[in-house]
T-cell receptor
Framework: AQKVTQAQTEISVVEKEDVTLDCVYETRDTTYYLFWYKQPPSGELVFLIRRNSFDEQNEISGRYSWNFQKSTSSFNFTITASQVVDSAVYFCALSEVNAGNMLTFGGGTRLMVKP | EAGVTQFPSHSVIEKGQTVTLRCDPISGHDNLYWYRRVMGKEIKFLLHFVKESKQDESGMPNNRFLAERTGGTYSTLKVQPAELEDSGVYFC??????????????FGQGTRLTVV
């Protein structure tokens, strides 16, 4: 069965600091997708990234970067030079192609960026 | 392009009453999912529609929950009768079906349900 673990329940940083959110997953499938979603105070879940299991290249999008390592079953998310607007709950999720693409979520990490 | 829309955004009902949540997916998205997050726990899958058909309802907690998607457009999730443990945030998501592949799911803002 699939499982996603976000060990950090809450992180507090000061603006301009770099911060890494950890995500570890378990799956028996060889084909799967990993996701990150952001939940700002307004409540909706905002899609950030999807990565398939065959693509281990790291990705950078502005101040955001993702490090996918199959050897450690991790898909960590780094925010560089954090800003107050980055304050949100961040969810890591996994979907298996053989499971209808339903998402299994981690418990979320609440990030607080203080000015 | 409009995103996934959920209504109402908040609902407070008494135990034993009925509540119906509505989700309007992104136009053209065949996949529609319901998830919920009860207090302090993970976001959990409830069910998945492909067009008007229930593809997977393995996450539905019990028979007090009924989901429909008539005509393959919007979906409703009815809770009858509501219990205290049903309180939480109910999310709807939709995605496209492109060939045999599903694209990433886009979520609505959620409906916060409080049963008192």
């Amino acid at each position: 069965a699939q499982k996603v673990t976000q060990a950090q329940t809450e992180i507090s940083v000061v603006e301009k600091e770099d911060v890494t959110l950890d995500c570890v997953y378990e799956t028996r499938d060889t084909t799967y997708y990993l996701f990150w979603y952001k939940q700002p105070p307004s409540g909706e879940l905002v899609f950030l990234i999807r990565r398939n299991s065959f693509d281990e290249q790291n990705e950078i999008s502005g101040r955001y970067s993702w490090n996918f390592q199959k050897s450690t079953s991790s898909f960590n998310f780094t925010i560089t030079a954090s800003q107050v607007v980055d304050s949100a709950v961040y969810f890591c999720a996994l979907s298996e192609v053989n499971a209808g693409n339903m998402l299994t979520f981690g418990g979320g990490t609440r990030l607080m960026v203080k000015p | 392009e409009a995103g996934v829309t959920q209504f109402p955004s908040h609902s407070v009902i008494e135990k034993g009453q009925t509540v119906t949540l509505r989700c309007d997916p992104i136009s053209g998205h065949d996949n529609l999912y319901w998830y919920r997050r009860v207090m302090g726990k993970e976001i959990k899958f409830l069910l998945h529609f492909v067009k008007e058909s229930k593809q997977d309802e393995s996450g539905m907690p019990n028979n007090r929950f009924l989901a429909e998607r008539t005509g393959g457009t919007y979906s409703t999730l009815k809770v009858q009768p509501a219990e205290l443990e049903d309180s939480g945030v109910y999310f709807c998501a939709s995605s496209q079906l492109v060939g045999a592949l599903n694209t990433e799911a886009f979520f609505g803002q959620g409906t916060r349900l409080t049963v008192v």
